[in-house]
């Protein structure tokens, strides 16, 4: 079985910056994408930034140039530097990952729990 674990959140002021990251556990599988999405109150859950396992990297613009998506070194770890943080920005934070267990043909998307980012005075 996988469970992707978060950490990181909190309360921070605006222009703020604050990190997440996210891994992988269990055995037996591999990662392809991973990456993390939010979910504003009264809102749906939307893309922040993804990254695949070739290393290109996808994110919504209204984080570009303020976001960054990395992989750690180990292939089922990823982080997200949020700079210049933004009121906006406050959601529940999940980690996503498509895994493919072994054995099986196909990958399935995995989520983290979410970790609370509020930006506020």
């Known amino acids: 079985q996988v469970q992707l674990v978060e950490s990181g959140g909190g309360l921070v002021q605006p222009g703020g910056s604050l990190g997440l990251s996210c891994a992988a556990s269990?055995?037996?599988?591999?990662?392809?994408?991973m990456g993390w999405y939010r979910q504003a109150p009264g809102k749906e859950r939307e893309l922040v930034a993804r990254?695949?396992?070739?290393?290109?990297?996808n994110y919504a613009d209204s984080v570009k140039g303020r976001f960054t998506i990395a992989r750690g070194n180990a292939t089922n770890t990823v982080f997200l530097q949020m700079n210049s943080l933004k009121p906006e920005d406050t959601a529940v934070y999940f980690c996503?990952?498509?895994?493919?267990?072994?054995?099986?043909?196909?990958?399935?998307?995995?989520w983290g729990e979410g970790t609370l980012v509020t930006v506020s005075s």
């Open positions: 269990g055995s037996g599988f591999t990662v392809y994408h």
């Open positions: 990254l695949t396992r070739g290393r290109d990297t």
């Open positions: 996503n990952g498509y895994i493919r267990l072994l054995g099986e043909v196909a990958g399935t998307n995995y």
